[in-house]
């Protein structure tokens, strides 16, 4: 089946650090790939996408690379800042699964000044 | 334009009480989307709205669940009797015909005591 792993946090980093979130995927077929944030109070956003392989996402200086070989859709971004703190999910939608999105676990991210 | 938006945003309710969340979504968005979020898991999808008809409801716990959307507006998500179990955050979400960005609602926090 369709599944997402996520790297589990809470992850906690200093201003200007860099960061890297990882995820990997497992699916039949070509899914499309997604970051979605959820900032403190909010509800989710879309962050990034990709919908084929080698595609980069990027958005608010994050970006991640799909790439198929390693079934890996990482975030990254080279300098957080205090208002990145929030929860990170990555996702898939699979062209078979009738468009429902399949979610990671979530990080939770706190970036301190 | 308004966004997707929920109502409550908190409910805490009694085992064996009856809770109805609302999701109003974004003006002309033939999908609709219900997902929920149990503390410490996955979000998982519940099922999927196209305008009134249920296009996908696999994700639907068991029968204590019940969603409508009459007219293929708003929709509404029935827990009747509410068990401990159910307590989580559940989101709604829309989108247009082929699109593949889903916009997220602010989730409406549900607690089963």
């Known amino acids: 089946g369709n599944s997402v792993t996520q790297m589990e946090g809470p992850v906690t980093l200093s201003e200007e650090a860099f960061l890297t979130i990882n995820c990997t995927y497992t699916?039949?077929?070509?899914?499309?790939l997604f970051w979605y944030v959820q900032y403190p109070g909010e509800g989710l956003q879309l962050l990034l996408k990709?919908?084929?392989a080698d595609d980069k996402g990027s958005n608010k200086g994050f970006e991640a690379t799909y790439r198929k070989e390693t079934t890996s859709f990482h975030l990254e971004k080279g300098s957080v800042q205090v208002s990145d703190s929030a929860v990170y999910f990555c996702?898939?939608?699979?062209?078979?699964?009738?468009?429902?999105?399949?979610w990671g676990l979530g990080t939770s991210l706190a970036v301190n000044p | 334009e308004a966004g997707v938006t929920q109502f409550p945003s908190h409910s805490v309710i009694e085992k064996g009480q009856t809770v109805t969340l609302r999701c109003d979504p974004i003006?002309?968005?033939?999908?609709l989307y219900w997902y929920r979020r149990v503390m410490g898991k996955e979000i998982k999808f519940l099922l999927h709205?196209?305008?009134?008809?249920?296009?996908?409801e696999s994700g639907m716990p068991n029968n204590r669940f019940l969603a409508e959307r009459t007219g293929g507006t708003y929709s509404t998500l029935k827990v009747q009797p509410a068990e401990l179990e159910d307590s989580g955050v559940y989101f709604c979400?829309?989108?247009?015909?082929?699109?593949?960005?889903?916009?997220f609602g602010p989730g409406t926090r549900l607690t089963v005591t």
């Open positions: 979400a829309s989108n247009q015909q082929g699109a593949g960005e889903q916009y």
């Open positions: 709205f196209v305008k009134e008809s249920k296009q996908d």
């Open positions: 003006s002309g968005h033939d999908n």
């Open positions: 699916a039949t077929g070509y899914p499309s």
């Open positions: 990709a919908t084929k």
């Open positions: 996702a898939l939608i699979n062209a078979g699964n009738n468009r429902k999105l399949i």
